[in-house]
């Protein structure tokens, strides 16, 4: 077995493809129009040019086994057999089992989807119960592996690590109160040791076991717990040796006992958790654990002070006996490389580093301490003074509390009501609708220079008229555009305002086979123009019924982009917050009744640490609340949050002040509704009653029996009906059997 962990690797890479051929074959398989072989074939030509990148780059030591069809939680539900019984009495092959579980059936709803810690990436849920029958199921793992050795490449395994993977499983359906998968953590240690003696047995000689939960407050019991576990793990006779990643944040106390169980390797991520640097100084000299510093940020995609993080290599090399170099986490966060963007300005293009051009940040970092910090590459120029916009940083210190205050809700209520004249539990929608391969192809021309501007706003008028007739004819009570001028919620908005940089092929997975563009903050964020009072008001004048004005919250286009590192967050937001403010009033000055502003990321962005909590849900609020308090209280303002467990949140949704909001509840089977009553919540709610992200239908009487559960809790005027989320990734025909069965349900609800 080799000792040597290698002095430079990542903690995993990109698995979409530069193109995202992953995509477009899993999309082909889905529909039909290729068969299991031709999506392996994809696969394996992915997989092996990942590898083969890595290794020509230079890097020591390569994982393998991050890559996936759709989540690498659930290939780890996989590898230990945790395949809810509702699936497997479905008769499907191994892989339509596999994605059955991700996107659900006619038969069977999905697992649930949540967020990825403090990420954009969502993972699905397992579904753990005390008498889950656990096993051994590495062939995935194994597989992997086989191919990287037969291309030549020696490869590490990775894996999600037992108690990070049992932390964020949830009790399965009727388990007993007080029950936690977690309890289960020495049963799955156990299936561990078989899953690393088949790995030994294969020729693996290291593993990666990813704990990032522990990145977040965890209580003494648990840190015993994972101690424990890994004490045993280690205690494996035939086994790799055993790499613990860490990403997101400091490990805390969580690093002494990893180091105590005397794990082979540690990764640290010394981007986001710095202060695990101070906490290893004092515990003397660690010998016998390999130290796998991530100094290269996996989350963005600024380039590396590479000065900087060598001084921090340095330090940490007299700290312990043995050093690498890593990224801070995965860079599944970041785009493929930036060699495939023409477009962008040379003087930002310097400054970014994509995740082909971080493996060579990596590199370089590890070969510091033989060739010198003088091999690095030159540091970064200042930013420069066009990038700047002192209007807006003077209109911010102009701004006061009362600027962020509407009257109170009970007042606007009635005169909303009376503007308004909506019915009890009103429907709608969270605002797109299918994007359609005629948008996607008009845009295309467009870019393309066949198709004028003009001509362009003509196809979306087209479209937004049709979406306008299509929710007439179904009855929905308050009516969107379906934005089929966005190409994403918030790409759209960075390419219209100020500060902001598009990528032509900068994607990045976002779930499964979905993909977003992440836009660039790397300047003053101004609103040159209007961005959507057009597409509104056209459609208002369409319908007599109140049309929703659409927009992107100020947390959410931060999550959602590649955000500045040289002022704080909340200034950023506070500037993105204005232009939505100017957007606000332009609406309701046009005729637009009710303002959405969605801020689905607003869970995901929470520190993982409480102690930093606080501050920061001040400031995200304050720039919801700066957006959108501009306008009378007869506008209503809507807000929609979507797929991350809320309750943590509950103060800050109830003090973002927004007359309604949608929320994400049809695969967590309406839990928020329950925690909302308890926080004493008195304002609009609509909670999800179509998961969208299944392309299976509802059942009517499945939404009129989640009404009826959520009209238990909250008093019918207050409740609305609505999808989980936006339909863009649906199409027409199950959007409109969907629909159909909503209205019903609502109306049938409502005649109760």
């Not at 057999?81 to 339509?96: I, M, T, Y």
């Not at 062939?139 to 030549?152: D, F, P």
Request: aromatic share 6%.
């Amino acid at each position: 077995m080799s000792t040597t962990f290698g002095r430079s690797t990542v903690l995993g890479y990109p698995r979409i493809g530069p193109r995202r051929e992953l995509k477009r074959a899993v999309e082909d398989y889905w529909a039909g129009r290729i068969g299991e072989a031709d999506l392996h074939a994809t696969a394996a030509e992915l997989r092996e040019g990942v590898w083969r990148t890595l290794r020509d780059a230079g890097l020591d030591a390569i994982p393998s086994n991050t890559f996936s069809y759709y989540d690498q939680v659930l290939d780890t539900a996989v590898a230990v057999d945790a395949v809810p019984e509702r699936f497997r009495h479905l008769g499907l092959s191994a892989l339509d089992t596999y994605f059955a579980m991700a996107r659900g059936v006619d038969a069977e709803p999905a697992l649930e989807l949540t967020k990825w810690f403090a990420t954009n990436y969502h993972y699905l849920v397992p579904e753990i119960g005390p008498d889950t029958v656990l096993a051994a199921n590495p062939a995935k793992a194994l597989g992997e592996l086989a191919e990287a050795t037969e291309l030549g490449i020696t490869t590490r395994p990775v894996l999600v690590g037992p108690a990070t993977f049992l932390l964020l499983a949830k009790a399965t359906d009727g388990s007993p109160e007080g029950f936690r998968p977690f309890d289960r953590l020495e049963d799955l240690v156990e299936v561990y040791t078989e899953i690393l003696g088949a790995l030994a047995d294969a020729g693996a000689e290291w593993v990666q076991l990813d704990e990032p939960a522990f990145v977040a407050d965890r209580t003494p019991a648990e840190i015993d717990a994972l101690r424990a576990a890994y004490t045993r793990l280690v205690a494996v006779e035939r086994r790799p040796r055993i790499f613990v990643a860490s990403y997101f944040g400091a490990l805390d106390d969580a690093l002494p006992a990893l180091l105590d169980a005397r794990v082979d390797a540690l990764g640290l991520d010394l981007v986001a958790g710095s202060r695990d640097l101070d906490r290893l100084a004092g515990r003397g000299t660690v010998s016998g654990t390999t130290i796998v510093a991530g100094l290269v940020d996996g989350h963005n995609i600024w380039r590396t002070d590479l000065g900087a993080a060598s001084a921090i290599y340095a330090t940490l090399s007299g700290l312990a006996d043995d050093v690498a170099v890593s990224t801070s986490c995965s860079l599944l966060h970041v785009p493929v490389d930036l060699t495939a963007e023409t477009d962008l300005d040379p003087a930002l293009v310097e400054r970014l580093a994509f995740a082909r051009q971080k493996v060579d940040e990596v590199v370089a970092l590890s070969r510091v301490l033989t060739d010198g910090v003088g091999a690095l590459p030159s540091a970064l120029p200042p930013m420069p003074d066009a990038w700047r916009d002192q209007t807006v940083h003077a209109r911010l210190d102009a701004m006061r509390p009362e600027h962020s205050r509407r009257g109170a809700y009970t007042d606007r209520a009635a005169a909303q009501q009376e503007r308004l004249q909506l019915p009890p539990l009103p429907t709608t929608t969270i605002g797109s609708f299918p994007q359609t391969d005629a948008l996607r192809h008009a845009r295309a021309e467009v870019r393309a220079g066949r198709l004028d501007a003009a001509g362009y706003d003509e196809r979306m008028r087209a479209e937004i008229a049709d979406v306008i007739a299509l929710q007439e004819r179904l009855g929905l009570d308050v009516l969107v555009h379906g934005e089929p001028e966005r190409n994403d919620m918030v790409q759209y908005f960075g390419e219209q305002l100020g500060g902001f940089a598009a990528t032509v092929n900068g994607w990045v997975q976002s779930y499964g086979s979905r993909c977003v563009r992440p836009p660039i903050i790397y300047g003053d964020v101004t609103r040159p123009a209007a961005m959507t009072v057009a597409w509104s008001t056209y459609a208002q004048s369409l319908t007599s019924k109140p049309v929703k004005g659409m927009l992107t919250g100020p947390v959410t286009i931060l999550a959602w982009s590649f955000v500045r590192v040289d002022q704080p967050l909340a200034d950023t937001a506070n500037q993105v917050a204005l232009a939505l403010r100017d957007e606000c009033r332009d609406l309701e000055a046009a005729g637009i009744r009710i303002i959405q502003v969605d801020e689905p990321a607003l869970r995901e962005t929470l520190p993982l640490r409480r102690a930093d909590q606080k501050a920061y849900l001040d400031w995200a609020v304050g720039s919801f609340r700066l957006a959108t308090s501009g306008v009378a209280d007869s506008t209503q303002i809507h807000t929609h949050l979507c797929y991350s467990e809320f309750g943590e949140v509950l103060p800050a949704i109830d003090a973002l002040d927004a007359d309604v909001t949608s929320i994400e509840a049809s695969r967590s089977k309406m839990e928020i509704l329950d925690d909302l009553a308890a926080a004493g919540y008195s304002r609009g709610i609509g909670p999800g009653v179509w998961d969208i992200h299944s392309p299976r239908v509802p059942a009517q009487d499945e939404v009129t029996d989640a009404l009826r559960s959520a009209v238990s809790v909250v008093p019918a005027e207050r409740l609305w009906v609505n999808p989980d989320c936006g339909l863009k990734t649906r199409g027409y025909a199950e959007v409109e059997a969907s629909l159909e069965h909503l209205v019903a349900a609502a109306a049938e609800v409502r005649g109760s």
